[in-house]
């Protein structure tokens, strides 16, 4: 599973940056072509539902889905073989 | 989770200002809604005026949007005319407490089968902040510019008093706790009253030095007490915060309700 938000949704309130766990979530710096300043992905694939959701057949954390106004947080299958980036730690 | 089927995709981002709480009050309800199982034919949502109760709109079930303050009229019509149906009741505290106060307390007296789920946020968001029957003394609106001089109304003490069958407060900080409280509230015959106080950055904060999101709802979270922690300092007899207020679930009894399905 991958976590995406739905730019065409989002209206920037960064409430999923107060309450994420894993601070995932960063506040954005660029406006996007709605105007609006969403928030960053900062690793996802940290995310323990990105993970384990399917492990576990159900929700397990999902607090920024709950908490998004919006409705703009939204896990989705991923395809098979889609690039991810690597961050090599020393 | 909520299922996304249960939104008005097409309708979708709504009209909310950024960093409304009713959105999230909406995912909670749906959520708990879900949990339920209920089926969309059989669910119908009712809404007054205000900003609160635009919800239904967004919502892929037949709903009704009513006059100012008559949500609850409706709804209790809705029920004696199909026992059968599931209803809910989005409403605001303008909505409920100014102008449907007595439609209110009346339906806690009859415990007419329904859940209401009411988002407080303090003000009359929609018309430009005027100040409303919960507003916090001391908070400026644009009706009291120099505070608000009057005592705020307790929504969820007075539908205890009332006669309702469940009552609770939640923030809309305590996602997961509203969730399991407002199925708590599906589950309970008789009227079931969930009190949330939401975030208006747009009309209350605004005025009221809590201008981010973030800071409007770390205000609501330092400032929400557990029912059971207010209880514990009252017997222990030590001072409770002034400007706190209780959560939880207030109350849980099984009074005669009326409407409830054979």
Same mark, same amino acid.
């Not at chain 1, 920024?64 to 889609?82: G, K, L, N, T, Y």
């Not at chain 2, 100012?68 to 709804?75: I, N, Q, S, T």
């Not at chain 2, 915060?241 to 207030?250: A, I, K, N, Q, S």
């Given at each position: 599973? $991958?976590?995406?938000?739905?730019?065409?949704?989002?209206?920037?309130?960064?409430?999923?940056?107060?309450?994420?766990? !894993?601070?995932? *979530?960063?506040?954005?710096?660029?406006?996007?072509?709605?105007?609006?300043?969403?928030?960053?992905?900062?690793?996802?694939?940290?995310?323990?539902?990105?993970?384990?959701?399917?492990? !576990?057949?159900?929700?397990?954390?999902?607090?920024?889905?709950?908490?998004?106004?919006?409705?703009?947080? /939204?896990?989705?299958?991923?395809?098979?073989?889609?690039?991810?980036? +690597?961050?090599?730690?020393? | 989770?909520?299922?996304?089927?249960? *939104?008005? =995709?097409?309708?979708?981002?709504?009209?909310?200002?950024?960093?409304?709480?009713?959105? &999230?009050?909406?995912?909670?309800?749906?959520?708990?809604? =879900?949990?339920?199982?209920? $089926?969309?034919?059989?669910?119908?949502?009712?809404?007054?005026?205000?900003?609160?109760?635009?919800?239904?709109?967004?919502?892929?079930?037949?709903?009704?949007?009513?006059?100012?303050?008559?949500?609850? @009229?409706?709804?209790?019509?809705?029920?004696? @005319?199909?026992?059968?149906?599931?209803?809910?009741?989005?409403?605001?505290?303008?909505?409920?407490? /100014?102008?449907?106060?007595?439609?209110?307390?009346?339906?806690?007296?009859?415990?007419?089968?329904?859940?209401?789920?009411?988002?407080?946020?303090?003000?009359?968001?929609? &018309?430009?902040?005027?100040?409303?029957?919960?507003?916090?003394?001391?908070?400026?609106?644009? &009706?009291?510019?120099?505070?608000? #001089?009057?005592? /705020?109304?307790?929504?969820?003490?007075?539908?205890? @008093?009332?006669?309702?069958?469940?009552?609770?407060?939640?923030?809309?900080?305590?996602?997961?706790?509203?969730?399991?409280?407002?199925?708590?509230?599906?589950?309970?015959?008789?009227?079931?009253?969930?009190?949330?106080? &939401?975030?208006?950055?747009?009309?209350?904060?605004?005025?009221? $030095?809590?201008?981010?999101?973030?800071?409007?709802?770390?205000?609501?979270? #330092?400032?929400?007490?557990?029912?059971? $922690?207010?209880?514990?300092? +009252?017997?222990?007899?030590?001072? +409770?915060?002034?400007?706190? *207020?209780?959560?939880?679930?207030?109350?849980?009894?099984?009074?005669?309700?009326?409407?409830?399905?054979?």
């Amino acid at each position: 599973m $991958k976590l995406v938000i739905d730019e065409s949704r989002c209206k920037g309130c960064n409430l999923c940056v107060l309450v994420c766990p !894993y601070g995932i *979530f960063r506040e954005g710096t660029e406006l996007n072509s709605r105007g609006i300043v969403s928030p960053v992905l900062d690793r996802p694939e940290r995310c323990t539902n990105c993970r384990l959701q399917a492990l !576990y057949g159900r929700m397990l954390c999902g607090v920024c889905h709950m908490i998004c106004p919006d409705q703009a947080i /939204a896990w989705v299958e991923e395809r098979p073989f889609e690039p991810h980036r +690597v961050e090599v730690e020393f | 989770m909520i299922a996304p089927d249960w *939104f008005r =995709e097409d309708r979708l981002p709504h009209i909310y200002c950024t960093g409304c709480g009713n959105g &999230t009050v909406i995912n909670c309800t749906l959520a708990a809604v =879900e949990e339920m199982g209920w $089926k969309r034919d059989e669910t119908v949502f009712v809404s007054g005026i205000g900003c609160s109760s635009r919800a239904p709109g967004y919502i892929l079930t037949d709903s009704l949007h009513t006059t100012h303050g008559r949500a609850l @009229a409706f709804a209790t019509g809705v029920k004696m @005319a199909r026992p059968d149906f599931n209803v809910v009741v989005f409403t605001g505290d303008g909505d409920l407490a /100014a102008i449907g106060g007595n439609h209110f307390i009346h339906a806690c007296r009859r415990n007419v089968d329904m859940t209401v789920v009411c988002m407080n946020n303090h003000i009359y968001g929609m &018309t430009g902040g005027q100040g409303s029957p919960t507003t916090p003394p001391g908070a400026i609106s644009t &009706t009291t510019p120099y505070g608000a #001089s009057e005592p /705020a109304f307790d929504l969820a003490e007075l539908a205890v @008093a009332a006669g309702a069958n469940y009552v609770a407060r939640w923030t809309s900080y305590h996602v997961k706790e509203l969730t399991k409280a407002v199925a708590a509230g599906m589950q309970t015959p008789g009227l079931a009253f969930i009190e949330v106080r &939401t975030q208006c950055p747009t009309n209350y904060g605004r005025h009221n $030095k809590l201008r981010s999101v973030p800071a409007m709802i770390e205000h609501l979270r #330092s400032h929400a007490m557990l029912v059971e $922690k207010r209880d514990r300092l +009252v017997r222990e007899g030590r001072p +409770v915060p002034e400007d706190t *207020f209780t959560v939880g679930e207030l109350v849980r009894r099984n009074r005669p309700a009326m409407g409830v399905r054979r």
